[in-house]
Structure formats: structure tokens, C-alpha cells
């Protein structure tokens, strides 16, 4: 890996929207990550960086951005804006995001002046496009729902009445946490999105399409992939969703069939050979009612980045799935990724009533000091993801429970 000899310790004098200081190197040769994104996933990278012995820089949104409060290089940019991250990506020695949405265009002109991204603009693709993903995967015959590209009511229409209403609409392009995905009982419900097919925008290429599936629950397979091939995966947790917003993990997932287990921990790690990702890999599944030659699982949802159904392991596994993310896109081996307690516990925590953390938090620590509390240093909105909790231990209802039990208390919706 080569290493830029340059060392420059002021603030860029260049204008536009790139100019906080650059990143310090440290001595001995270490490397510099950059991260396109100034979310709580580029926040949570910065103490493992700190622990390997690398440097972070962030190319953030603003000044105030949550990984902008934690690291010192956080130049301000727009990932959709070439100029910015070209100047950014020179100081660093390899690139990697907080988010899958920086443009095709800008991650080739950035592999064409030679940056090494991690994952790649290749691998992201099918991160950024559902119905690119659904194709890739109906290739490599992992299991996935009934589904179909639309983009006229007809179209809409015909696939609800052979597979069954409702069905699940989603935008192939832009969708996260419950947003850019409707359950429609009609093609008249699409009228809007429908609309805006063929213009530019998360429709442009139609609608995806899926069968509603009926099933047992909701899985996540967590892997990380290097460079060179090495690989390892967590243990498969499940996940609990509220209003299409994860907000509670439990790792391992209680009851799981060890067969199924291996098998759905194989096509992850098939997927991520397969698509050549590098860094972590999400692969979300819902678990289903085997029966009629179908596969115990179908596979929802993949995120090429650190992901929240692996927030558990970093209080949870010898290695965190930040640490592991950052050991993977240098191509450093890999860590251990077995748990260190028979369960744990993350519970999220949403915006609510309180705008002012700090007390409730001092009262959590007080209350309960084996209680692991990550909070994002974001402003408090309600629904949105403000910090999350872990709790391990050798008893899954007590964990569970006083992991909510905090989450609760932060967001205010119990004051005892």
C-alpha cells in the first residue's frame, strides 16, 4: 500500500466547499481512513481507529455533523460533489462510506484517478439498486421473494393478482429505514410514484415490485470480506422492527436452527465473494415457514457498510463490527468475531420528548452499570435513531429487559 509522503499540518487554503484542516499523520507509517458520510457510523468508527493506531478523516455535511464532533479532520463536503471528495480522497489512503448513496459517476472518476474505495463502485451497485441487487442475486440463486420490475399500472396490477394482494413497493434507489417502501393493496396507490418513472430520481428505472412474505421473523447475517479474500462472519442475530425502523437486536437469534444458521451464514458470505464487497456486509432476511421446495429464508435488504444490526457487537463480540470494517478495507487480518457473553442485547434508542440527553443518561449509568450506552451526538427529533443500547449477560429476558428499559428512559417515554 502506498503511503503519501506529504504531511500537511495547516488548513487547506483551497476554496469551495472542502477547506477544515486536513488529516495529521502519525508516526510509524500508519494509514489514514477517509469516510464519505458524517453519520453515527463514521462517529462510531473513530475510537477502534484510535485503538488500531489509524487516523480517520470524515468528509462531513456540516461543522456539527455526529462524526464532525469526534474526529479532527472533518473537512466539510457534499458527497455528490466531485471537486470536494477528489481533494478529500488525495490525504487518504484508502476511501470508505457511512452511506451507499455517493453517485456511480463521482465513485468512477474517483477509481479512475486511482483512490482505493472500499467497497468498490462495482460491489455498491447492488447496494444503491434494489432491482440490480434482485437480479444479481436471482443469478447466483440466493433466496429472495417473488418480485418484478413496473413501471405501468398494468404492470402493477398483474403481478398483485398472480402472487396475491397486498404486495411491497419499493424505490430501487434512496430507501432506508421504512422510507421508499409502501404495502399497496391497488396500482392506484402507485399513482404518484408511477408518475415519476423514467425521470431522474430513486423510479427512474421503475418500481421493485415484491411479494408481501409471510414470515416467521426478520434475521441479519453480518460478515466482513478483505481485499484479499479473507472473510468472517458474526452470529446471525434477529431483528425487531417498528414502523419499519429496527428497534431492537438480539444476538445470537434465540432458537435459530443450527442448520439454518450455517446455511443463511453461507449465502451471505457466498453474496460478498460473489459481488466482490469489501468492509462489512448486512445481508437482512425474514425467516420462513419451510415447506414447498422453499428455502428456510429470503434474503430482504444488503448494506455494504458497518450496519444497526451489528451494534451489539461492539460491547458484545471480541470484535466490534467498526474495528473489523476498518481492519477489512486496510486488508489487515481480520478479528475474532465470536460474542463474549451468551447474550446481548441492543435496543435503539428514537427521538422523543427530551431534547436534553445528558441527565437521563447520568441516571441510566447510575441505575445500571453494566448498561452500554452509545449516544450520537444528534439532535433529538422524534423517530430518528439518537444513540443505542447494549446489554449482555447470561439471561436473554434480563438483558432484554434493561436494555429497554434505558432506551425507554432516554427517549422519555418512562421517567422511573
Not at 500500500?1 to 486536513?22: D, E
Not at 425487531?240 to 428497534?247: E, M, R
Request: hydrophobic letters at 40%; a negative charge.
Amino acid at each position: 500500500m502506498s503511503v503519501p509522503t506529504s504531511q500537511p499540518s495547516q488548513p487547506s487554503k483551497q476554496s469551495g466547499p472542502s477547506k477544515a484542516s486536513r488529516p495529521l499523520r502519525a508516526p510509524g507509517g500508519f494509514p489514514v481512513v477517509g469516510v464519505v458520510g458524517g453519520g453515527q457510523l463514521a462517529r462510531m468508527m473513530q475510537g477502534p481507529a484510535v485503538e488500531l493506531g489509524i487516523q480517520l478523516s470524515i468528509l462531513a455535511e456540516s461543522e456539527t455533523a455526529a462524526a464532525a464532533l469526534v474526529v479532527p479532520s472533518s473537512p466539510v463536503g457534499h458527497h455528490t460533489d466531485l471537486e470536494a471528495i477528489r481533494d478529500f480522497a488525495a490525504s487518504c489512503d484508502v476511501v470508505t462510506f457511512d452511506h451507499e448513496h455517493v453517485p456511480q459517476d463521482i465513485l468512477q472518476a474517483l477509481e479512475e484517478d486511482g483512490v482505493a474505495l472500499h467497497p468498490t463502485r462495482a460491489a455498491l451497485r447492488f447496494a444503491q439498486d434494489k432491482l440490480a441487487m434482485r437480479e444479481r442475486l436471482d443469478g447466483l440463486g440466493i433466496a429472495c421473494p417473488r418480485w418484478t420490475r413496473a413501471t405501468t399500472a398494468d404492470e402493477v396490477t398483474a403481478f398483485g393478482d398472480d402472487v396475491g394482494w397486498p404486495i411491497v413497493a419499493k424505490t430501487p434507489r434512496g430507501g432506508y429505514d421504512g422510507k421508499g417502501v409502501s404495502v399497496v393493496a391497488s396500482a392506484d396507490e402507485l399513482s404518484d410514484w408511477l408518475g415519476r418513472v423514467g425521470r431522474p430520481g430513486p423510479v427512474e428505472d421503475g418500481l421493485l415490485l415484491e411479494e408481501k412474505v409471510d414470515f416467521v421473523r426478520e434475521l441479519a447475517v453480518l460478515i466482513a470480506r478483505s481485499p484479499s479474500g479473507q472473510a468472517a462472519a458474526w452470529p446471525v442475530v434477529e431483528t425487531v422492527q417498528t414502523d419499519g425502523i429496527c428497534t431492537e437486536v438480539l444476538a445470537p437469534a434465540p432458537g435459530l436452527d443450527p442448520d439454518l444458521a450455517s446455511v443463511v451464514t453461507e449465502a451471505a458470505l457466498r453474496v460478498a465473494g460473489e459481488l466482490g464487497v469489501t468492509g462489512v456486509l448486512a445481508v437482512e432476511m425474514f425467516e420462513v415457514r419451510a415447506g414447498g421446495g422453499r428455502a428456510a429464508y429470503v434474503v430482504n435488504e444488503l448494506a455494504m457498510r458497518p450496519h444497526n444490526s451489528g451494534h451489539w457487537s461492539m460491547d458484545g463480540a471480541v470484535t466490534g463490527q467498526f474495528e473489523q470494517h476498518l481492519r477489512a478495507v486496510l486488508d489487515l487480518p481480520l478479528g475474532d468475531p465470536r460474542p463474549t457473553a451468551p447474550w446481548t442485547v441492543m435496543a435503539n434508542v428514537l427521538g422523543g420528548d427530551y431534547e436534553h440527553l445528558y441527565p437521563a443518561y447520568r441516571h441510566i449509568m447510575a441505575r445500571d452499570p453494566g448498561a452500554k450506552v452509545h449516544v450520537y451526538g444528534k439532535g433529538v427529533r422524534p423517530g430518528r435513531k439518537i444513540g443505542h443500547v447494549n446489554v449482555s449477560g447470561p439471561d436473554l429476558a434480563d438483558a432484554r429487559g434493561r436494555a429497554g428499559h434505558a432506551a425507554d428512559y432516554l427517549r422519555g417515554v418512562i421517567t422511573e
